[in-house]
């Protein structure tokens, strides 16, 4: 049994790491209100916006103007991964890692054989995986963080955008976590170019052949929404992602506050029998000792 000085010092330990992780889950509650609040507010308006593009997709297939959503082999690959800049997050970032690398190894097995795999990373944490285990970052987006707004998310989707309209990759996805509530982050991996078409059910086949009505006119769409579109996708994906890492923080503090706490009242109890046994020490020496002057 450890001493009553070894059991002080790892409860005056504990104490601090609760206070610690306290304080960071209240941090991280508050971040997350402002994080929440925005991906509610804009995962409407966005998904609505990408079901509208989706469907004029399959009308505008075959246009050259349509260079969004022009069908290529896949051979050169950008997998864009969004983690975050800080830990403490429980397996927020490694799922998403790992995700991204199955993708890699798996999915496009053979263009990563080929060497027709690139990564594009947004947090520090996914940017330094992938070049610790070497694989090719053509971009570190990282500071998108330090002051995330649409205007910093645009900078990053308009190269990307370039990319892909230059020829240099002919698929782009997107890995991230998906906010649904403060417990709870869905691992998501999307298509973000080419622009993927709505699947309409067999049994819908009267909407196969649905005739379009483009107000002003199919050339503005082609120009101003699907290029708008694109980037609020890749907007929402980042906005997604932020608020799904302080929900996994702030659940990971709460966790390690209520560990904490448990190991804070097994040490008080330890405390407690190792300072009874000291006592009962003292006191059968004290007794012995008086018996050997009376005897």
């Given at each position: 049994?450890?001493?009553?000085?070894e059991i002080r010092d790892r409860r005056?330990?504990?104490?601090?790491?609760?206070?610690?992780?306290?304080?960071?889950?209240?941090?991280?509650?508050?971040?997350?209100?402002?994080?929440?609040?925005?991906?509610?507010?804009?995962?409407?308006?966005?998904?609505?916006?990408?079901?509208?593009?989706?469907?004029?997709?399959?009308?505008?297939?075959?246009?050259?103007?349509?260079?969004?959503?022009?069908?290529?082999?896949?051979?050169?690959?950008?997998?864009?991964?969004?983690?975050?800049?800080?830990?403490?997050?429980?397996?927020?970032?490694?799922?998403?890692?790992?995700?991204?690398?199955?993708?890699?190894?798996?999915?496009?097995?053979?263009?990563?054989?080929?060497?027709?795999?690139?990564?594009?990373?947004?947090?520090?944490?996914?940017?330094?995986?992938?070049?610790?285990?070497?694989?090719?970052?053509?971009?570190?987006?990282?500071?998108?963080?330090?002051?995330?707004?649409?205007?910093?998310?645009?900078?990053?989707?308009?190269?990307?955008?370039?990319?892909?309209?230059?020829?240099?990759?002919?698929?782009?996805?997107?890995?991230?976590?998906?906010?649904?509530?403060?417990?709870?982050?869905?691992?998501?991996?999307?298509?973000?170019?080419?622009?993927?078409?709505?699947?309409?059910?067999?049994?819908?086949?009267?909407?196969?052949?649905?005739?379009?009505?483009?107000?002003?006119?199919?050339?503005?769409?082609?120009?101003?929404?699907?290029?708008?579109?694109?980037?609020?996708?890749?907007?929402?994906?980042?906005?997604?992602?932020?608020?799904?890492?302080?929900?996994?923080?702030?659940?990971?503090?709460?966790?390690?506050?209520?560990?904490?706490?448990?190991?804070?009242?097994?040490?008080?109890?330890?405390?407690?029998?190792?300072?009874?046994?000291?006592?009962?020490?003292?006191?059968?020496?004290?007794?012995?000792?008086?018996?050997?002057?009376?005897?």
């Amino acid at each position: 049994m450890a001493n009553l000085k070894e059991i002080r010092d790892r409860r005056e330990s504990v104490a601090s790491t609760r206070q610690i992780t306290s304080a960071m889950k209240m941090v991280a509650a508050a971040k997350l209100k402002k994080a929440q609040d925005a991906i509610v507010q804009l995962r409407p308006y966005a998904d609505k916006l990408q079901e509208i593009l989706g469907s004029i997709s399959d009308s505008l297939k075959g246009d050259e103007q349509n260079i969004y959503a022009q069908s290529r082999d896949d051979e050169n690959i950008l997998l864009v991964l969004i983690t975050s800049n800080r830990g403490l997050c429980g397996a927020f970032n490694s799922n998403a890692i790992k995700a991204s690398i199955h993708a890699a190894l798996d999915t496009y097995s053979d263009q990563m054989m080929a060497g027709q795999v690139d990564f594009l990373a947004i947090g520090k944490k996914g940017a330094d995986f992938l070049k610790r285990n070497g694989y090719n970052v053509i971009f570190n987006g990282s500071e998108i963080y330090d002051d995330l707004s649409f205007e910093r998310s645009v900078e990053i989707s308009e190269m990307v955008m370039k990319l892909y309209v230059a020829g240099d990759y002919d698929h782009v996805d997107i890995v991230y976590n998906q906010f649904k509530n403060a417990a709870t982050q869905i691992l998501a991996i999307e298509q973000f170019l080419p622009i993927k078409m709505v699947e309409l059910a067999e049994e819908e086949p009267s909407m196969v052949h649905t005739d379009f009505i483009f107000e002003p006119t199919k050339e503005f769409i082609l120009k101003e929404l699907i290029p708008r579109s694109l980037k609020l996708q890749f907007y929402k994906a980042t906005i997604d992602s932020f608020a799904s890492e302080h929900g996994a923080r702030m659940t990971a503090m709460h966790k390690a506050t209520d560990n904490a706490t448990e190991m804070m009242k097994e040490l008080a109890l330890e405390y407690n029998k190792a300072r009874q046994a000291a006592i009962t020490n003292e006191i059968i020496e004290i007794v012995g000792g008086a018996e050997a002057l009376n005897g």
